[in-house]
């Protein structure tokens, strides 16, 4: 059992470029999140979904895509990177629907730098 | 204005000491409190969560909400250098749109020496 999984770990970009972060879940769980976590700001919520097929806005969605096609998958997409896209992206995943507080499961994170 | 403040620190304390961690918000519908650790260079992980106004305790853990004065602290007894990580607050609604999303503090770096 994995638990919550990204792929790359660490990555560099230079600006206009495209990338595409996988985050992989083997616990069966209905939503997952993507985060970005930078120095003082905490972690902010870019996108999330309630299930497969579907997805939703965050915080800060603005310059990402997301896709979740499958349920064990979630993937962010950056069409035309930025620096100010630098930063360490997290995934995340939870089970239960209709317990809000149900804990969210985080992956090791992606470090992004873009020059 | 952020919804949820939290220092920042870094704090750093004695092995042994007793740690008070604090977050203060500003938005009454958040009903269900949250605090997660993060270890330098990984996700963070759940430590403790609290829905009503009180204490909660879990071995050397301790959560207190006030929801009058919208301020939740954490509190560690007995530090030891292992608790050395980032502490972050995390609050969330009851329902609606923001259902299941969490609204993160700073986070808080605490240092535990021997």
Same mark, same amino acid.
């Given at each position: 059992n994995a638990g919550v999984t990204q792929t790359p770990k660490f990555r560099v970009l230079k600006t206009g470029q495209s990338m595409t972060l996988l985050c992989a879940q083997?616990?069966?769980?209905e939503y997952m999140y993507w985060y970005r976590q930078d120095p003082g700001m905490g972690l902010r919520l870019i996108h999330y979904s309630v299930g497969e097929g579907t997805t939703a806005k965050g915080e800060v969605p603005d310059g990402y895509n997301v896709s979740?096609?499958?349920?064990?998958n979630f993937l962010l997409g950056l069409e035309s990177a930025a620096p100010s896209q630098t930063s360490v992206y997290f995934c995340a995943s939870s089970y239960?629907?209709?317990?809000?507080s149900d804990t969210q499961y985080f992956g090791p994170g992606t470090r992004l730098t873009v020059l | 204005q952020k919804e949820v403040e939290q220092d920042p620190g870094p704090l750093s304390v004695p092995e042994g000491a007793i740690v008070s961690l604090n977050c203060t918000y500003s938005?009454?519908?958040?009903?269900y409190f949250m605090w997660y650790r993060q270890y330098s260079r990984k996700g963070p992980e759940l430590l403790m969560y609290t829905y009503s106004s009180g204490n909660k305790e879990d071995g050397r853990f301790t959560a207190q909400v006030d929801k009058s004065s919208k301020y939740i602290s954490l509190f560690i007894r007995d /530090?030891?250098? /292992?608790?050395s990580a980032t502490y972050l607050c995390a609050l969330t609604n009851?329902?609606?749109? /923001?259902?299941?999303k969490l609204t993160f503090g700073q986070g808080t770096i605490l240092t535990v020496h021997p």
């Open positions: 083997d616990m069966n769980h979740r096609l499958k349920k064990q239960i629907r209709g317990r809000v | 938005n009454s519908a958040f009903q /530090s030891q250098p /292992s608790d009851a329902g609606g749109t /923001s259902y299941g």
